[in-house]
């Protein structure tokens, strides 16, 4: 095992973060770093928006939970699904591509490289001993957020990432068994074993909570799955990306 497969293993997400900005040599690299992911067909489909003042962070932290290592962290990354760059290029070359960039695919491909290129600037931090924590709870309220960034037509704002020096480590979460997510030549679909393991794993969640908090919880991964998705949310986000110019066909 090397140095990076271990750091990569490590993982676990961060909240609590010392009062110490990152260094713009640090930025640079992890947004560098960032730009170095695979991305389809070379489009590039994303951008990086740091936020670094105060006012913005503190309004971002409000619409993303409360959340306040959202506002008190070492930087502020949002990541952002960006066709509009696209839009550009139609212009200087004379070609008309919307119906392209309104296609569902062309979303998906916006989103995996958005993804692509923040698991990397991910990677980066924590191999300067930084923390990380990603932040789905900025899609709470896009129209705030983009109102809030200057969000262009065709741009998406996706999560952010934060990154600083960890204040405190939480405790590693236990992942999925890996015979319940990897399948050879095909999925692997038996049902009785799936939920076995499923099963297995609840008594796994259930012990590691257990000992986090000292007996106060005992919550299985297939409650809280069923619980959260019970709950109704976000449901404006078909309306907000179709009027963004994405996913119209």
């Known amino acids: 095992m090397n140095n990076m497969i271990e750091k990569i293993l490590d993982h676990r997400s961060i909240r609590s973060f010392e009062d110490r900005p990152l260094s713009a040599e640090q930025i640079h690299a992890i947004v560098e770093c960032a730009q170095a992911a695979s991305t389809s067909s070379y489009i590039q489909a994303y951008s990086i928006i740091g936020v670094t ?44 591509v919307a119906e392209a960039l309104e296609s569902t695919e062309k979303f998906m491909v916006a989103c995996i490289d958005a993804a692509l290129a923040a698991q990397n600037a991910a990677l980066a931090a924590e191999s300067m001993d930084l923390g990380i924590c990603y932040i ?40 999925l068994p890996q015979s319940n997510v990897y399948h050879e030549n095909g999925y692997q679909m038996k049902k009785p074993e799936f939920i076995k393991q499923l099963e297995d794993y609840n008594g796994t969640i259930s ?28 449901l404006y986000m078909k309306d907000y990306v179709e009027k963004q110019g994405f996913k119209k066909h």
């Open 53 to 96: 003042d105060p006012e913005k962070k503190a309004k971002l932290a409000e619409l993303a939970g409360p959340q306040s290592y959202v506002e008190k962290n070492g930087y502020l990354f949002v990541f952002c699904a960006d066709l509009y760059r696209q839009d550009i290029v139609s212009e200087m070359e004379g070609t008309d």
């Open 136 to 175: 789905g709870g900025i899609r709470n309220n896009l129209q705030e957020v983009s109102r809030i960034l200057d969000i262009p037509h065709r741009v998406i704002p996706l999560f952010a990432l934060v990154a600083g020096y960890p204040l405190k480590r939480s405790d590693k979460k236990p992942r």
């Open 207 to 234: 012990d590691y909570y257990e000992h986090r908090t000292n007996g106060k919880r005992k919550d299985t991964w297939t409650g809280q799955m069923a619980g959260m998705l019970e709950k109704k949310s976000r």
